[in-house]
């Protein structure tokens, strides 16, 4: 049985301010703090989507994010009036080599990007709550998201040479999207995700199991005492396979 997605985790100077800062921009109540790590979640309105985790790290933010959220909104009026409070709240624009685009391009206080998108039906005819994608770059957007759907059995929703989506089978939640890019990896994400097996599940066989995907053992300054294992996807994209749950 394939892994699952758990969390996207986000890499932070302050956890606790970036945290907060991301619970007011969603909406969603921090739900764990502790000094190494604080977790907000979707409310139960909201009902769909990753738990965020932020996670203090000494090392400063180098060059563009490879893994980013994109915000989702209903109309034009909805995309403008968000713009319009995260920058009150703190966003910056960012200029990530985007032209004239219908999204508009912010960074969080921590210098993360992210995209406040133009309306979609892709995306505002299906339940994705109120983060429409996860999105990351890849060289090769179709396989990489083959790799994501045989880790995790996710859908694949389209797939061509400049962008795949992948989706949950239940239909909800955000997209796990894949952007092309002409450049690989070159330094270790401030985003990642952690999947993990179902309860009664065995860690080390999915492990292996994803290892024999094509994921390689990736070192990011863990001890090998925790109880996770750290991997990269075929791209370099780090990522943690947690306990069973």
């Known amino acids: 049985m394939p892994t699952h997605f ?29 000094p190494d790590e604080v977790v907000i979640e979707p409310p139960e309105a909201d009902g769909v989507g990753f738990p965020l985790v932020f996670g203090p790290v000494p090392e400063p933010k180098r060059g563009k994010n490879r893994v980013h959220l994109d915000l989702r909104s209903a109309s034009d009026a909805e995309q403008a009036d968000l713009v319009e409070r995260l920058v009150r709240q703190g966003a910056n624009p960012a200029d990530i ?9 912010l960074a969080d ?8 998108l133009d309306p979609r039906e892709f995306y505002t005819a299906t339940d994705t709550g109120a983060i429409a994608a996860i999105v990351v770059d890849a060289v ?5 998201a083959r790799f994501w759907a ?40 401030r985003l990642h995700l952690d999947v993990a097996p179902f309860a009664g599940g065995d860690q080390a ?3 292996a199991q994803l ?15 925790e109880s996770w294992t750290v991997l990269a996807d075929p791209e370099g994209n780090e990522f943690c396979v947690l306990s069973p749950r």
């Open 109 to 116: 206080p921590e210098g993360n990007e992210f995209c406040v």
């Open 150 to 189: 045989e880790a995790t059995g996710w859908d694949l929703a389209r797939s061509s040479a400049a962008i795949a989506s992948l989706r949950d089978p239940a239909g909800t939640g955000p997209f796990i999207e894949f952007v092309h890019v002409a450049e690989p990896n070159p330094v270790k994400n």
């Open 97 to 105: 080599g985007q032209r004239d685009t219908p999204w508009v391009v």
């Open 140 to 144: 090769d957007p179709p396989a990489l």
């Open 211 to 225: 290892l024999s995907l094509g994921a390689t053992p990736a070192d990011v300054g863990q001890t090998g005492a």
């Open 205 to 207: 066989a999915e492990v």
């Open 6 to 34: 758990c969390h996207v985790v986000i890499d932070a100077a302050d956890a606790g301010a970036s945290a907060r800062w991301w619970s007011e921009a969603l909406g969603w109540p921090v739900t764990f703090e502790e």
